[in-house]
């Protein structure tokens, strides 16, 4: 199969319809075998039924349905874990995003061998002071941490070689980093294209400002994870290991300027009314939290690798 085409959405019934023919007829046209996977991420409007009837009309169209909404990334993820394309496309349900972008990400991928092609979105048909500005701000914030030259990190039209798609792991709201995760993993062949955007045709966008403040955690989050994500301990234990030297070390020196002293019969102070002795009682102690928490998360890491954070309620078609 060629393309997978992963379209998370909540809340979308009006534009599923469009977004679907559209699709279609692009596909066609290039002669592309393709499979549509929509994830109903928890939608309460008519979407799931719009999913059941495009599936009825066109077997290419499969269907995911969690229980609740989980969010876009698990929503991703879910899609991703089923997807059998070589290429594989993520677009947003609500018609922002624009299908005739297809046919030239599929050949940067399969011709010039492409890992992931991120969109951009140069010009943006969004509100300029809740989203274009903090956008601005929290892509370059994006790209010092991670040294990957994108413009537009949470554009939702990207795609990707069918490996990619199966080694990373989207968890949490990380769909906005997933360049990065790829990066993470290997995948070094990063590319951006300048794609169309369009103004929300239908419904509201289901993202708040928070998106900013969960963004910027997040990108904390990766920050350190791609960092250390896999061998706490090589963080926690050595600045552990450091305090607590330093803690010991000052302890005893404390105790051996005391001893001296009291041998000598110089007139000296409580340990206790020495500044010196707290820091290095907190020094000790800092030391053994922080070394325990690099074990405890080598412990972790020994023992997640089967945990899902979602749960399916039924699938279509697969
Ligand atoms: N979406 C989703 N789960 C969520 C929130 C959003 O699947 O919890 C989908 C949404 O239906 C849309 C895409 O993610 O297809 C992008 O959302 P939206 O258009 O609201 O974001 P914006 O364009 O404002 O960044
Ligand atoms: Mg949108």
Redesign the pocket.
Same mark, same amino acid.
Do not use: C, H
């Given at each position: 199969m060629d393309i997978s085409v992963v379209?998370? *959405? *909540?809340?979308?019934d009006e534009s599923l319809q469009e977004l679907h023919d559209w699709i279609a007829k692009v596909m066609q046209s290039n002669r592309y075998t393709y499979e549509l996977i929509f994830?109903d !991420?928890g939608s309460t409007d008519r979407s799931w039924n719009m999913i059941e009837k495009l599936s009825q009309e066109n077997e290419a169209v499969k269907g995911i349905r969690f229980q609740k909404?989980f969010?876009?990334s698990q /929503?991703l993820d879910a899609g991703f874990e089923l997807a059998q394309g070589d290429v594989v496309i993520t677009m !947003? /349900?609500?018609l922002?995003d624009n299908p005739d972008e297809i046919p030239e990400l599929y050949d940067l991928i399969i011709k010039e061998d492409f890992d992931l092609i991120s969109g951009w979105k140069k010009k943006r048909y !969004?509100n300029l002071i809740t989203k274009n500005i903090p956008s601005k701000l929290f892509n370059a914030a994006a790209r010092r941490t991670s040294g990957l030259k994108l413009h537009d990190f949470?554009c939702?039209l990207k795609a990707y070689k069918n490996i990619v798609v199966k080694t990373v792991k989207v968890s949490g709201e990380m769909h906005r980093y997933i360049p990065v995760l790829a990066k993470n993993e290997g995948f070094t062949k990063i590319g951006e294209k300048i794609v169309q955007h369009q103004a929300?045709k239908y419904g509201v966008?289901?993202?708040g400002m928070e998106r900013f403040v969960n963004g910027f955690l997040d990108l904390i989050t990766i920050s350190f994870l791609s960092k250390f994500g896999k061998r706490p301990m090589h963080f926690f234990g050595l600045w552990g290991t450091f305090m607590f030297l330093f803690g010991t070390i000052s302890a005893f020196y404390i105790g051996a300027v005391k001893l001296y002293k009291l041998y000598k019969g110089s007139s000296t102070i409580l340990v206790t009314e020495n500044p010196w002795f707290y820091i290095a009682l907190t020094a000790m102690i800092l030391g053994t939290l922080l070394f325990l928490s690099g074990f405890i998360g080598e412990l972790i890491i020994k023992s997640k690798d089967t945990i899902k954070h979602y749960r399916i309620k039924e699938k279509l078609n697969f």
């Open positions: 379209i998370p *959405l *909540l809340n979308e994830i !991420d909404n969010g876009k /929503a !947003d /349900a609500d922002q !969004d949470n939702g929300r966008t289901k993202f």
